[in-house]
């Protein structure tokens, strides 16, 4: 069984540049979480998204920040001109419906904004 | 103040200790309460979870809730080198939403 996929594993981006990340979930997920670990803290929660929905943004940053889970094809999470306080760890986690308590992570994107 | 505190470490303990580790949080509401491991450079992977308060057991690993003081352990027994990582707690107030995260405690168990 595949786990959670995240590409790309390292993204290297100027300021001012997109960055898209995207996480395909475990088969049979149709939830999706993102969230984001800069360095020396803990996971911070972005977004949470069901198939076509976004469910609770709550988390995402007013500007520059988007995500999608379209019917067909992986979650992206979309930064627009990116900064260097962008650097971080990009998690995505997937976890069955109704099942949230057991949310599964994928390996993580490596942001780095030169 | 932090929704879910959890002391950084880290925690040096030798091959066969117990590991003990705990969060306590503020919000009453907090429902799902979960342990993750994190290794170095990698996402992270879901030890335990309990609903509400009580104990559950799974191999080495003992969970522990106590809704009444706001704080959640977890015991890693006969512990390994393997086992050297950090350790997050999490926890949630429904079984569909976002997880609070601690920061995190680094363990380390020496040969």
């Known amino acids: 069984n595949a786990g959670v996929m995240q590409n790309p594993r390292h993204l290297v981006r100027r300021r001012g540049q997109e960055a898209r990340l995207r996480c395909s979930p475990m088969?049979?997920?149709?939830?999706v979480y993102w969230y984001r670990q800069l360095p020396e803290e803990g996971l911070k929660f972005m977004v949470y998204?069901?198939?076509?929905?976004?469910?609770?943004e709550s988390g995402m940053p007013k500007e520059r920040f988007s995500a999608e889970f379209p019917k067909e094809g992986p979650s992206i999470l979309r930064i627009q001109q990116v900064v260097r306080g962008d650097s971080a760890a990009y998690f995505c986690?997937?976890?069955?419906?109704?099942?949230?308590?057991?949310?599964?992570f994928g390996p993580g994107t490596r942001l780095l904004v030169l | 103040q932090k929704e879910v505190e959890q002391d950084p470490g880290p925690l040096s303990v030798p091959e066969g200790a117990i590991v003990s580790l705990n969060c306590t949080y503020s919000?009453?509401?907090?429902?799902?309460f979960m342990w993750y491991r994190q290794y170095s450079r990698k996402g992270p992977e879901l030890l335990m979870y309990?609903?509400?308060?009580g104990n559950k057991e799974d191999g080495r690993f003992t969970a522990q809730v106590d809704k009444s003081s706001k704080y959640i352990s977890l015991f890693i027994r006969d512990s390994q080198p393997s086992d050297s990582a950090t350790y997050l707690c999490?926890?949630?107030?429904?079984?569909?939403?976002?997880?609070?995260f601690g920061a995190g405690t680094q363990v380390v168990v020496t040969p």
């Open positions: 986690a997937s976890a069955n419906q109704g099942r949230g308590e057991t949310q599964y």
């Open positions: 998204l069901q198939k076509e929905n976004i469910i609770d």
């Open positions: 309990t609903y509400s308060s």
């Open positions: 919000n009453s509401a907090f429902q799902y």
């Open positions: 999490a926890m949630s107030l429904g079984s569909w939403g976002k997880l609070q």
């Open positions: 088969k049979g997920h149709s939830h």
